[in-house]
């Protein structure tokens, strides 16, 4: 009989079917017997094994196929073919149990291997198991930048003066297992430590001074900043630091004496000018500036000068003279002063007596 012929009485399926015979001689004499016929799925089961499952990045795993088989108990399975890296491509082994060490982690959902089987009479069967290799996978370091020597390294935190714009960098910020194709995909900043995340990039655009005041720093002081970042399996980490604002340079004169005779010598000394920012960062005070006659000309680059004062009476009949002093540090901020000093046209130098002839 034919499938067809089967499928026609009934038997369209594996599985068991019961059969009668019942035969008749020329006398009209008959007899019956019955039996069973077993039908046999066509195709080999393909069973795979996967183990461990999920996996470590740089990991063994090991796949068995070995519990592969085909209904018919007369027909055997004599070819195995291995998908593990899920091209749908079944050239990755060719044993009943092989071993693969995953380099790379699954970031896009897990592997689907799969596994071909071959029996005696050529047909096949297949079977899919998804593998998850992200097992192990560390946490991203968080760097959230600051004060950086010649070697970038951070070794202190933001300064900046005030009216200062700031650049944030996240630079050596890193994942551990970049190796495995792991790294960061997120840098967010939350400036102020408010639990808001204000800005967005490993380096973003520059904070002026008055982006800065709207997230709340707009004065001398200590600020805490912080930095997330994100890696490919959402894996987050915080780093934090603080931007410190100072004044910046501070110019501050003096006058030796504050009170002279016309055209008496007078030191002018400007080396109490100070900063409050560190001078390894660009606060250093590196230029002094002197004008004497308030025509805006620098007249002295010294940081104390010594000059004769003159000067003519006011409408109150007042002698003064105003020295501008002016101090720029190493980044280009600057500082302005006066420092003023009291003619006494009083206070004279004595002329010395002339010996008279006797």
Do not use: K
Not at 45 to 56: E, R
Not at 63 to 88: K, V, Y
Not at 120 to 138: A, K, P
């Amino acid at each position: 009989m034919t499938w067809n012929q089967l499928v026609a009485n009934g038997i369209n399926g594996p599985g068991d079917y019961d059969i009668a015979l019942e035969v008749e001689d020329t006398t009209n004499l008959t007899n019956q017997d019955t039996s069973v016929i077993h039908v046999h799925a066509r195709n080999p089961v393909a069973v795979a094994d996967v183990n461990p499952n999920p996996a470590a990045c740089g990991g063994q795993v090991h796949f068995d196929g070995t519990g592969s088989d085909h209904p018919h108990p007369a027909i055997n399975i004599i070819a195995w073919r291995w998908d593990l890296d899920g091209d749908g491509a079944f050239n990755d082994g060719n044993q009943a149990e092989v071993d693969r060490v995953y380099n790379q982690l699954s970031f896009n959902g897990p592997i689907r291997v799969g596994l071909e089987v071959e029996d005696s009479n050529g047909n096949t069967g297949r079977t899919t198991v998804d593998l998850r290799v992200d097992q192990g996978n560390r946490a991203p370091i968080a760097q959230p930048g600051g004060y950086r020597d010649g070697n970038g390294r951070v070794i202190g935190p933001y300064v900046i003066a005030i009216g200062d714009s700031l650049q944030l960098d996240a630079a050596g910020s890193s994942d551990p297992d970049a190796a495995c194709g792991d790294s960061i995909v997120s840098y967010q900043w939350d400036v102020g430590n408010d639990g808001a995340f204000d800005v967005q990039g490993q380096r973003p655009g520059v904070l002026t001074w008055a982006a800065l005041g709207a997230l709340g720093i707009n004065r001398a002081g200590d600020f805490n900043l912080r930095l997330r970042v994100t890696d490919r399996l959402g894996v987050t980490t915080d780093g934090a630091t603080l931007i410190r604002v100072v004044n910046g340079p501070r110019a501050i004169g003096t006058a030796d004496p504050d009170r002279a005779g016309c055209n008496q010598q007078v030191v002018f000394d400007a080396s109490r000018s100070t900063t409050d920012g560190p001078a390894a960062q660009g606060f250093a005070i590196v230029r002094y500036e002197w004008d004497f006659n308030g025509d805006g000309v620098t007249d002295s680059t010294d940081v104390r000068v010594t000059r004769p004062v003159q000067g003519l009476p006011d409408q109150n009949g007042q002698i003064a003279v105003s020295a501008s002093l002016r101090v720029t540090d190493a980044s280009g901020r600057q500082s302005s002063t006066q420092v003023n000093v009291v003619i006494d046209v009083q206070n004279l130098p004595r002329s010395p007596r002339r010996a008279v002839p006797t």
